[in-house]
């Protein structure tokens, strides 16, 4: 964005002022030809003054037509007279009938009036035939233009306040939009009520541009706060059940039942307690910002192998399906957060896989990892009931877990997944996790050989 905004207020600025310039020449130039035409009465007249002068000459009652004229001159204190015209071409040259037709001695009362010359012109009311003229000063009462320094200075007055005035209204409509809504979605959220998006027109400049970046604040904000308020009902949820089993075990350490399995059971659940503390601070800290990548380089089978080397011994009946290359390296990543992300997973994998007592059907877990042109493809799949359709999409919301997770893991706090895709996400990873048709959970992540290409992009997709 190059400064549109500057560039369309100097836009509305230029355009309301040539606008002015416009408007105004125009409008005076208009005004004084309207105003320096004689009057349509006053022309009538002075048409009817050329018609007695006429009859009065044509009758030849000279003293009568003199008569007439002194008390004109007197009445209207002008100057009256008719005349005759008569041009003589010499040296043999001759008038054309352009000439004859079109000579006039003094100005035709519909032709406009000079109105910056101070003396009055002489009209010109000419007699049939064309050589006899009633000529007569223009009476100062018939002049136009009485007005015209008025509607000058109303024209350079009014039309650039009018003009301004509008110039001043675009601006503020211009800019008072985005503020408007800015103080309204602040004020909502000042006041902890939800930011509506309200459907404004595209603006394409700096305001534009702010409105939208406070949307996402805002929207980031609300999903931040929402988040928090849910995680909060969660955990004292969550929490509640260990803070009454150590309490009734404190209530028997009181009363004098001491015994070892009193102090177990102490022992157990706070560090349940503390477990779940962790994993919640841990889940809102990546919920809500963003981790950088990391700057590890290691190789992602060594990780796997030390890994599976746990698993296997907390695991000991579990059988394994392994298919890894020689080696995965994976450059500008995070190896301690993958790490925490894969174990959570691997665990999963093999606490729900089938019952070791089933001989049919021992709990098989399979890990396959491929390489693709710029990432990783790593497949976990356990051959355990899965999960049922409906509540597939809610395997990784954290504090979730289904019934029969409940019953067969008491212990379990439901953030294991969360806090599985947080940290995939952490380093530009994705997962994606459905029912195979063979039966039980697979989940495929993809993690990228270089975090740090920014051509590389990674969707979080949570559920397929």
């Known amino acids: 964005m190059k400064r549109r905004l500057l560039w369309k207020l100097c836009g509305i600025v230029a355009t309301g002022g040539l606008a002015l310039v416009i408007s105004t020449s125009l409008l005076e130039k208009w005004a004084e030809r309207q105003m320096s035409v004689i009057a349509p009465h006053h022309q009538r007249t002075l048409a009817d003054w050329g018609a007695t002068a006429e009859a009065l000459y044509r009758a030849g009652h000279d003293a009568a037509l003199a008569a007439w004229l002194e008390a004109l001159q007197a009445q209207e204190n002008t100057w009256a007279a008719v005349v005759t015209s008569s041009v003589t071409p010499v040296a043999g040259g001759t008038l054309s009938a352009q000439f004859e037709e079109g000579y006039r001695l003094g100005r035709l009362i519909e032709w406009p009036i000079h109105l910056y010359f101070p003396d009055n012109p002489i009209m010109d009311i000419t007699f049939a035939g064309g050589h006899r003229h009633f000529l007569i000063t223009l009476p100062q009462r018939m002049r136009p233009g009485s007005h015209l320094k008025s509607m000058i200075w109303l024209v350079n007055g009014l039309i650039p306040l009018l003009t301004l005035l509008a110039i001043g209204w675009l601006l503020y409509r211009h800019i008072s939009g985005p503020l408007r809504y800015l103080q309204d979605a602040t004020t909502a959220i000042a006041e902890g009520q939800p930011h509506a998006n309200r459907n404004l027109p595209p603006r394409h400049d700096e305001l534009g541009e702010l409105m939208l970046r406070f949307d996402g604040m805002a929207s980031k904000t609300q999903a931040t706060i929402t988040a928090q308020r849910q995680l909060l009902a969660d955990l004292s949820h969550e ?9 009734l075990a404190i209530e028997q350490m009181k009363a004098g039942a001491t015994s070892p399995a009193s102090l177990a059971r102490l022992e157990q659940e706070s560090q349940q307690m503390r477990q779940l503390v962790n994993d919640a601070l841990t889940l809102a800290w990546l919920t809500h910002e963003t981790p950088a990548v990391g700057n590890d380089t290691f190789d992602l089978v060594d990780l796997l192998d030390a890994l599976l080397d746990d698993v296997r011994f907390e695991y000991p009946d579990h059988r394994w399906c392994v298919s890894l290359p020689e080696s995965a390296l994976l450059m500008h990543s995070n190896q301690r957060a993958l790490g925490q992300a894969l174990e959570n997973l691997l665990r999963n994998a093999c606490h729900y896989s089938s019952a070791p007592h089933e001989v049919a059907k021992p709990p098989t877990v399979t890990l396959t990892l491929s390489a693709g042109p710029h990432s990783y493809q790593l497949t976990l799949r356990d051959n355990g009931p899965g999960v049922e359709a409906s ?19 008491p212990e379990g706090t439901g953030l294991g997944l969360a806090l599985a895709l947080r940290h995939i996400q952490a380093v530009q990873g994705g997962i994606s996790t459905r029912n195979h048709p063979q039966g039980g959970l697979e989940h495929v992540i993809t993690l990228p050989k270089n975090a740090a290409q920014p051509h590389v992009a990674f969707s979080s997709r949570r559920q397929l």
């Open 239 to 247: 929490i509640r059940a260990p803070l009454t089993r150590l309490s």
């Open 391 to 409: 509540k597939l999409p809610h395997v990784f919301t954290p504090f979730y877990r289904t019934a029969e997770a409940r019953q067969s893991r």
